[in-house]
């Protein structure tokens, strides 16, 4: 996984293909974005690339109160979307979220929104 934070003010999130998340990588992401955020709340753009699996602490730590404006998810395979859907069901978002097959689309989201 890498984090970054885009030229347009938005916090770029890439997953290798395959990715299994755990805790620690869920974390990990938390505590960077907040480095690379300062703070602020941002909005965050997510390359699932066809990730394998999210544990399910994971999610509860990603479903925890963080500063974000916006979260968009992009993704390229059923997996993908099953994932988002899966996880978008079981957890209530501390900001809006989206999914996009689309990575133009999911840009334009998180800069016009």
């Known amino acids: 996984m ?3 934070l885009s030229c347009h003010g938005y916090l770029h999130v890439r997953w290798t293909p395959g990715a299994v998340v755990t ?3 869920a974390t990990a992401l938390k505590s960077r974005a907040a480095e690379l955020s300062s703070g602020q709340a941002l909005p965050m753009l997510v390359e699932m690339a066809s ?3 999210i ?3 994971a999610t509860e730590i990603f ?3 963080w500063p ?3 979260m968009a998810l992009v993704g390229a395979s059923p997996v993908d979307e099953v994932l ?3 996880y978008a069901s ?3 978002h501390s900001c809006p979220t989206r999914f996009f097959t689309s990575l133009d689309e999911a840009m334009t989201w998180l800069t016009v929104f």
């Open 23 to 25: 805790e620690v990588e």
């Open 63 to 65: 479903s925890a109160p």
């Open 55 to 57: 544990h399910r602490r």
């Open 90 to 92: 079981r957890h209530t």
């Open 2 to 4: 890498t984090i970054d």
């Open 51 to 53: 990730m394998k699996s």
């Open 68 to 70: 974000l404006e916006r």
């Open 84 to 86: 988002a859907c899966f």
